[in-house]
């Protein structure tokens, strides 16, 4: 049976090409539910508190980057969105006294322009948000090395061997778009050899970092985050961290204050994970397949999927 066309761009491949009983069954679940789907090597988490949420998410960098050492160098790769955790990071950074001379970040993301990445000093710049909110903060006496910060460009070679180079990635953060991917990695155009069906999970996973098309839904919610809404000021291309360094990395941890993606994709991705449902047209569905995966989620950011008028 025929693939359904999206609801909301006909001529890519999106979650509304689903099945509706799969969709209708991830619009019926209760927390209890989220965190009944919990199994071996995938973990849901709930948060109570922003303050908890946030100070959980920072952690996670301060906790990976306490194990490098001269020997074992360890990173962590991060976004942007959310970032509300980057500034705790500095500030725990500079009360432990933490020396990061041995740590190392890799951005997710970057915008892609006129044939090259975007400046840094662009406003939208993802490597300025990280510096910004993050290493510039940081007392100069426990600053990571520029060497040790790897920020994808549009020759993606050294950003790639960053990730070969005996560096262990303890963690991958992310959060999830309303394309329901992790970093830019989103469903693909329906044309080609994808015209009656999406990439196989197999060939997604061979996916390495790239230069993406951003699927319109994702342009849309940048521009409503990033830009008062002025969509034309969106880039339609970025380039990011693929699944093949995804799986180099020891845990994927997800995040969800309820800022991002709405209640409906919250639910739908913790489905298809907890019950091994993968379908790249909802690429953060694939994450099913990697053995260390945890979603965590703010309580009041998960709201309900009930049908009103407001």
Known sequence: ??????????????????????????????????????????????????EDFYLAEALEYIT?????????????????????????????VNELELDLSYAHFWGMDEWYVNGKEIDASHPISFEKADKDLLFNRINKKFKMPETNMHFPKADTSNYIKAWDSGVRCAVMQGGQGDTKHWAFNDPVKREGKYKDAPPSPEEFRKLGTRLVDLHPITCMQNARTSAGGVVTGIPMQAITVGPVETWKSEKVSIWQAGTHDNPFGQRLTALMIGKKIM?????????A?????????????????GTEMH
């Not at 991830?26 to 209890?32: F, H, I, R, W, Y």
């Not at 194990?67 to 976004?79: S, W």
């Not at 397949?289 to 999927?305: E, I, K, M, R």
């Open 1 to 50: 049976m025929a693939r359904k066309l999206s609801m909301l761009a006909p001529d890519w491949w999106d979650f509304t090409t689903l099945d509706d009983e799969l969709l209708n069954d991830a619009a019926k679940l209760t927390k209890e539910d989220m965190i009944a789907l919990s199994r071996d090597g995938f973990r849901v988490v709930f948060y109570d508190t922003l």
């Open 279 to 287: 379908d790249s047209s909802v690429p953060m569905s694939l994450l």
């Open 64 to 92: 990976a980057w306490k194990q490098a050492t001269a020997d074992q160098p360890v990173g962590i790769c991060g976004p942007i969105g959310p970032t509300e955790q980057l500034p705790l990071v500095a500030r725990l």
């Open 289 to 305: 397949d990697h053995p260390n995966v945890q979603f965590n989620y703010y309580t009041g950011g998960l709201g309900v999927c």
